[in-house]
């Protein structure tokens, strides 16, 4: 069973535009979210956080949202460029999973120029 | 420069045998986790270690083994036990806690011949 979804596999966006990208989880001790980026042929990095007692957090042209009552979060990428093209991760931990966290599928961005 | 660093990027296996993955990170983290992927899916935890000498078993552990003797070092052995060993594994290292985000090395991809 997957706790952490995200059922778009790919996503094709125009540079300039909006980019978003969406997760939706099913265990509601997740507190903690965090989103990472994955090139080709390299492993993922990080990208961005929230925890549960915030509903949005921004670092710089990424934003995300976190809709507890829906169990539902998201990454804005504003404005798009080409080189945000790669394959985003959501992740989730919970309090009592210990170290443990459960990443979904991952979503292909393209931006096309 | 600071990162974690898995060998070899490709590796072959013949059915029956066990391989060793090496994953060395320089970063002074004291934990480390292995992940697996496959097509479609999400990063599934093997193992993990939060300190040195101690190492937990993830989701999917059986047919895999692990050491930590190092805090540098945490090999992954893919044993004959392992049925379906074909996938692409990720190592990874954190600062303690689960809110940390977790810095991945590039990945091998092992093959069954």
């Known amino acids: 069973d997957q706790q952490v979804k995200q059922n778009s596999p790919s996503l094709s966006v125009q540079e300039g535009r909006i980019s978003i990208l969406n997760c939706d989880y099913t265990?509601?001790?997740?507190?903690?979210f965090l989103w990472y980026k994955k090139y080709p042929a390299e492993g993922p990095t990080f990208l961005i956080s929230?925890?549960?007692?915030?509903d949005k957090n921004e670092d710089g042209r990424f934003t995300v949202f976190l809709n507890k009552s829906a169990k539902h979060l998201s990454l804005h990428i504003v404005p798009s460029q080409p080189g945000d093209s790669a394959v985003y991760f959501c992740?989730?931990?919970?309090?009592?999973?210990?170290?443990?966290?459960?990443f979904g599928a991952g979503t292909r961005l393209f931006v096309k120029a | 420069d600071g990162g974690i660093t898995q060998s070899p990027k490709y590796l072959f296996r013949k059915e029956g045998q066990n391989v060793t993955l090496s994953c060395e990170q320089n970063?002074?983290?004291?934990?480390m986790y292995w992940y697996r992927q496959d097509p479609g899916q999400g990063l599934r935890l093997i193992y993990y270690?939060?300190?040195?000498?101690?190492?937990q078993k993830g989701d999917i552990a059986e047919g895999y083994s692990v050491s930590r003797e190092k805090k540098e070092s945490f090999p992954l052995t893919v044993t004959s036990a392992q049925k379906n060993p074909t996938a692409f594994y990720l190592c990874?290292?954190?600062?303690?806690?689960?809110?940390?985000?977790?810095?991945f090395g590039d990945g091998t991809r092992l093959s069954i011949l």
């Open positions: 990874a290292s954190s600062i303690q806690g689960r809110d940390q985000p977790q810095h």
């Open positions: 265990n509601s001790m997740f507190d903690y």
């Open positions: 929230i925890s549960s007692i915030k």
């Open positions: 992740a989730a931990s919970a309090n009592t999973g210990g170290f443990k966290t459960i």
């Open positions: 970063l002074n983290h004291d934990a």
């Open positions: 270690s939060q300190i040195v000498n101690d190492f």
